[in-house]
C-alpha cells in the first residue's frame, strides 16, 4: 500500500516535472521581450535599447533555455517566483493574497457540484426514464452545454440588474458568493450528474441489485444501499477531474465577478504579457491538477480493494 | 383623586416620551444615514498599486486624488494655479519662480513651503531616468528665495516646462515623513482631497482629507473598485453596486455599450470631446509607402463619417488634424476631405501601378500592405482594421490584417516593421509637446511607443517648435503640421469622445480636464 503510493507520487513528480518544462519552453517561446517590459515599468518614456539591454544581461535571460529553466525551478521551489512584471510585487505575495480568493470559490463551487450531482442523479435514476427524469437530463444538457461568461452575465442581469437581490460583485458579502458559486458549479454539477445516472443505471442492472429488490427494498433503497457505493470510485475519478478543471474556470468567473483571485491573476498577467507571473501561475496550476489527482487517486485505493490488488498485480 | 394623580404623572410622561420617540424616529435616521453613507464608488479597470511618484507602476489616474501638482492643467489646456499661486517665466525661459500657497500641509501634517517642495523636485529632476521631462533633462538648481517662493534655474529654455508641471507623475509633492532612509516612498501621503486608508488588489478606500487646503468633497470616502471586465462594470452600474464607471485611464467605456447604457433610464452617460486621435500611421521604412502619392490614396479611400457611425457609434468626432482644438497649439482646422475613390485609383496610376483584375501590380509586385494592430494595445482596433481593409479593397488596395497582442507590437512598432498601423496621441495634459516630441523627433527614444512617422526634415521642423517661444510657437506649431499634411505623413481618423457613464446616486457630475484624472471632489452624493 505505502510503495503504492510513493510509486504514485514519484509519478506525480515526474509529471510537474515534465509540464513545467513544457509550459516554460513553450512562454519563453513566445513573441515579446521581457526586459523590454521591465524597462518601461521601471523608466517609463526613458526606457532605452541600452536599458533593456542591461535588464537582459541582469536577469541572465540570454542564457540558454535549459540553464534558464534550471534556475526558475530552483527559485519556485524555494517559494521564489520573481517578481510581476505587472505590478512589482513578489509573485510569492500575490499568490499569498490570492490564493484564499480561488480556494474559497472552489470550495464552494465543488461542494455544490458535489452535492447537486448527487441528488440530480439520484433523482434520475429513481424517476428512471419518468418526467423527472427527462427533466434532469435535459438540465444537464444545458447547464454542460453552456460557458461560464454567458451563465454569469445571464445571472447578474436577472439577480442583480433585474431584482436587485444579489450584489453584481463577489467578495463583499456571505450572499455575494452565491452567484460566482453557482456558476463555476454549473458544469461541473451537469457533467457530474450525468456520470452519477448512467453509472447508477448500469450498476442496478447488476444480480446484487436485483438481490436487494428480492429482499424487499424499495427502488431508492436499493439505489442507496447497494448502488451508490458501487460507483463511488468512477464518482470520485470524474470528480476530482472535474474539480481541477474548474480552475480554469475561475479565470472566467473571477474576472466578471471582480475576484481578485489565481485566476484573474492569470489573466491579466496573459493581457499585459507579464511571463514571469504566467510561468509561475502555470506552475501552481499544474501543481494543484497533479496534486487533487493523485489525492484522488490515493482516495480510491483506499476505499476498493479491487484497485489494490490491480496495482499491486 | 388617585385617578387625578395617575393623570397627572402620566401626561407628562406621556408628552416626554412622545417628543423623546419623535425625536428618535427624526433624529437617528438623520445621524446614522451620515453615519452610514456608502462611498462614492467608481471603477477602475486595474489596481491602484503603491503609488509611488517615481516608479512607472501604479494606476494614473489615482494620483491626483491624493497628489497635488504646483500647476493644474484645466478646460481647454488653461494653466490654473494649484500649490503655486503664481508663477513668472524670465524673459530668457531659463528662470521659473513660484509663489507657494501658504495654507497648506499633507495629510500626516507635515506643513508645505519651499523647503518640502524643492526636496520633492530634487527627488527626480536632473535624474537621468527622468530626462524625458525637458525640465528635468534643463534643470541647473532649485532655489528657495523665501518661505513660500520658489525658483528653477534652467541650462535652457523650456517652452512647455509649465505644462510638463501639470502632467501626474513624478510632478506632484509627497510629504518628506513618508519615505525611508533610502528615499524611497512609503506610503502615498500628499496635500491632495483624499487620504488613503486602505489599498489592496481588489480596492482602494479614500477618506476625506479635512484639512484640504482646496474645496472639499460633499462626501467622507470613496472607494475605487478594481472591475477589470467592461460588461461587469456597466452591470455593477445599473445595479447600483457602482456608481461611475468610465475614462479610457480610469475604466474604459466603450461606444457600444455606451449606446446600449443610453437606454436605461437609471444611467446618465456623459460624452465629451476627447484630447486624442486615432491615426492610420505609414512605417517610413515600407517600400511600398515610399511614394506619397501611394499615402495619399489611401488617405483618399478611407470614408471617416462611416468609422465614426459604425465603430464608434457617433462617440467620435472626424478629423484630418494631429489634435483635437482642446489641445493648445493645435494648430488651424483642415478641411474634412471627401472619400475619392476615382482619385485614389488616378494617385496610383500616377506612381505607376497598373490595374490588374481587383489589385494593382508593379515591377510584378501587388499593392498588398500589412496592417499591424493589437486589441490590448488600442481597444476596437480590430473592426477599425477591418473597415479600413475593406474601404481600401474599393481602390484596390489590398490589406492583411496583421492582428497581434501588445508584446509583439511593442517589439514591431519602434523598428516600423509593418506597412500600416493605429496609433494614439497622449492626450492632455501631455499634448502637444509630449506626441511632438516623443512620436516625431527621430532622435528621441520613444521605446515600445514607436513614431509616428520620421524624416530628417520633419526633425528640424519640430525641433524648431519646441524650442520657439512667445507667438512665435503657434506658428513654429503650425508649421510641424503643414509638413505632416504636405507630405501626407499621417492620417488622422477621428477624435473619440470622452465616455463617461454615472446613475443617480450621483449629482453635480463634471468631467476632469484630462482622462488620467478622476472625477470626485465636485461630485454630490445622495442616498
Known sequence: MFQLIARRTLLALAMILAASALTFALISAAPGNVAALIAERTAGPAASAELV????????????LPVRYGRWLLGSVNGNFGESLRTGKPIADEFAERAPV????????????????????????????????????????????????????LLVMLFSVTLGWLPAFAGSSAASWIMPSLTIALFPMSVLSRVVRVNLQEVMSRPFATTGFAMGYTRFGVLAREALPNIAVPYLTTFGAQFTLMIIGSIVVETVFALKGIGAFFIEAIRFRDFISMQATLLSFIVFFVFVNLLVDIICLLIDPRIRRQSNA | MFNTFRSTIRRPLFVFFTVLLTAVVTIFPIVSSAQEQKPLRIAI????????????????????????????????????????????????????????????????GTPFNANTARWNLERWMGKPEFAWIGISDAMQSIETTGMYELTINLSRPVPAALYELTIIRPVRFLSPNAVDAEGRQTAPVGTGPWVVTENNNSRT?????????????????????????????????????????????VSPLSPRRARTMQRDPNVAVVAEPGTTSILLTFSPKSPLLQDQRVREAIDLSIERNAIV????????????????????????????????????????????????????????????????????????SRRLAEMI?????????????????????????????????????????????????????????????????????????VQSALNAQGDERIIKMQAIYNWLNANMAVSPLVSPKRLWAYNRRVGNF???????????????LSE
Open chain 1, 53 to 64: 539591454q542591461s535588464i537582459a544581461d541582469d536577469l541572465g535571460l540570454n542564457d540558454p
Open chain 2, 510 to 524: 463634471q468631467l476632469p480636464a484630462t482622462d488620467y484624472q478622476m472625477p470626485g471632489t465636485d461630485v454630490t
Open chain 2, 309 to 380: 457611425a459604425i465603430i464608434y457609434e457617433g462617440f467620435a468626432t472626424p478629423t484630418t488634424n494631429l489634435f483635437p482644438t482642446v489641445i493648445p497649439f493645435s494648430g488651424d482646422r483642415v478641411v474634412l476631405p471627401q472619400r475619392d475613390v476615382k482619385s485614389a485609383r488616378s494617385k496610383l496610376e500616377q506612381a505607376g501601378w497598373k490595374r490588374s483584375g481587383n489589385q494593382w501590380l508593379k515591377d510584378g509586385k501587388v499593392l498588398e500592405l500589412e496592417l499591424m494592430v493589437s486589441e490590448e494595445a488600442l481597444p476596437g
Open chain 2, 45 to 108: 479597470k486595474q489596481e491602484t498599486g503603491n503609488l509611488d511618484l517615481l516608479q512607472n507602476v501604479s494606476a494614473l489616474s489615482t494620483y491626483s486624488l491624493v497628489f497635488d501638482p504646483l500647476i493644474r492643467y484645466g478646460e481647454n489646456g488653461q494653466l490654473e494655479p494649484a500649490l503655486a499661486t503664481s508663477w513668472e517665466v524670465s524673459e530668457d525661459g531659463t528662470k521659473l519662480s513660484f509663489n507657494l500657497r501658504q495654507d497648506v500641509a499633507f495629510s500626516d
Open chain 1, 102 to 153: 480561488t480556494g474559497l470559490l472552489l470550495l464552494a463551487g465543488g461542494a455544490i457540484a458535489f452535492t447537486l450531482s448527487l441528488i440530480i442523479g439520484l433523482l434520475g435514476a429513481i424517476s428512471n426514464g419518468g418526467p423527472l427524469d427527462k427533466l434532469l437530463r435535459a438540465v444537464s444538457l444545458v447547464g454542460a452545454s453552456a460557458p461560464n461568461f454567458f451563465v454569469a452575465a
Open chain 2, 205 to 249: 478606500l479614500l477618506t476625506r482629507n479635512n484639512n484640504y487646503w482646496g474645496s472639499k468633497p460633499s462626501f467622507s470616502s470613496m472607494e475605487l473598485k478594481v472591475v477589470p471586465d467592461e460588461l461587469a462594470r456597466s452591470n455593477g452600474l445599473r445595479s447600483g453596486d457602482l456608481d461611475i464607471i468610465g475614462g479610457d485611464w
Open chain 2, 389 to 461: 481593409q475593406g474601404q481600401l479593397s474599393e481602390t484596390g488596395i489590398k490589406v492583411r490584417v496583421s492582428s497581434v497582442d501588445n508584446a509583439t507590437i511593442h517589439d514591431r512598432r519602434p523598428v516600423f516593421q509593418y506597412d500600416l498601423t493605429f496609433m494614439a496621441t497622449y492626450g492632455a495634459p501631455y499634448d502637444p509637446h509630449g506626441t511632438l516630441a516623443n512620436l516625431l523627433l527621430s532622435g528621441v527614444d520613444s521605446g515600445p511607443d514607436g513614431k509616428i512617422y520620421t524624416n530628417p526634415e520633419l526633425d528640424v521642423v
